[in-house]
């Protein structure tokens, strides 16, 4: 049986906040700061306006993905890294966007050489990485995301998943904890790649 290798996409695989900024600065006036890791705050308008709402942030959001999704660029190191754990393990990307964006997403990694079943998602990650890991037979499993409300998700519904957090934008990752919920931080693929492989090479589940 395969290892299995969980992983997100956006500050993992590919960089957003920096894109979304840009995006936010040429197309609606509005600043987003990368010092801290709180979407709904980071933004503010430039004409002294009141803050988007969480409702005003979603719909910027949501017209960032599709649309946008071309400004978005690799993480270095990232697309070498799966290529070597690819070789021994499975790799299914677990990415928190509307379904309509499956596709969308699936062509954006296969562009940068990445090429496994992307899975979209809906809120905390924790279920549907156990289902994941069961449909796989309950491998020895690596999850990877930056966002620590994840971490926790997995903790509860999949303690046996090794949990390791990851911050790929170096100027939001110094102002981001490490999330006390995984085992690891790792902000760097090549580091990354090592730890999971070490992981998988060990065969014991993380509550073993």
Same mark, same amino acid.
């Given at each position: 049986?395969?290892?299995?290798l969980i992983?997100?996409?956006d500050? !993992? #695989? ?5 894109h979304?900024?840009?995006? /936010?600065d040429e197309?609606?006036? &509005?600043d987003f700061? #990368?010092d ?7 933004m503010?308008?430039r004409n ?5 709402s %969480?409702?005003? =942030?979603w ?5 960032f993905f ?5 400004r %978005? ?7 070498e890294?799966?290529a070597?754990?690819? +070789?021994? =393990?499975? &790799?299914v990307?677990l990415?928190n966007?509307v379904?309509?964006?499956r596709q969308?997403? &699936?062509? %954006? #990694?296969a562009r940068?050489?990445? !090429?496994h079943?992307v %899975?979209?998602?809906?809120?905390g +990650?924790?279920?549907? !990485?156990a @289902? /994941? $890991?069961?449909?796989?037979?309950? *491998?020895?499993?690596?999850f990877?995301d930056?966002l620590p409300q994840?971490?926790e998700? $997995?903790a509860q519904?999949?303690?046996?998943v090794?949990? /390791? ?5 170096p100027?939001?990752? *110094?102002? !981001?904890?490490?999330?006390p919920?995984a085992? =690891?931080r &790792?902000?760097?693929?090549?580091q990354a790649e @090592?730890w999971i492989? =070490? ?6 589940p993380?509550?073993?």
């Amino acid at each position: 049986m395969k290892p299995l290798l969980i992983c997100d996409c956006d500050e !993992v #695989l590919v960089h957003m906040v920096r894109h979304f900024r840009s995006w /936010l600065d040429e197309a609606h006036d &509005i600043d987003f700061a #990368l010092d801290r890791h709180d979407f709904f705050g980071a933004m503010t308008r430039r004409n002294g306006g009141p803050a988007p709402s %969480q409702g005003e =942030a979603w719909d910027l959001l949501h017209g960032f993905f599709p649309g946008q999704m071309d400004r %978005q660029t690799l993480v270095p190191h990232a697309a070498e890294a799966l290529a070597e754990l690819a +070789k021994t =393990a499975d &790799i299914v990307i677990l990415t928190n966007l509307v379904e309509e964006c499956r596709q969308p997403r &699936i062509e %954006q #990694l296969a562009r940068f050489g990445i !090429v496994h079943r992307v %899975q979209c998602n809906n809120g905390g +990650k924790g279920e549907p !990485v156990a @289902r /994941l $890991v069961a449909e796989h037979g309950d *491998p020895v499993t690596v999850f990877v995301d930056d966002l620590p409300q994840h971490h926790e998700s $997995v903790a509860q519904h999949a303690p046996g998943v090794h949990r /390791l957090h990851m911050v790929s934008e170096p100027e939001m990752a *110094p102002h !981001v904890a490490p999330a006390p919920h995984a085992h =690891a931080r &790792i902000d760097d693929w090549r580091q990354a790649e @090592r730890w999971i492989a =070490a992981r998988f090479a060990e065969g014991r589940p993380a509550d073993a």
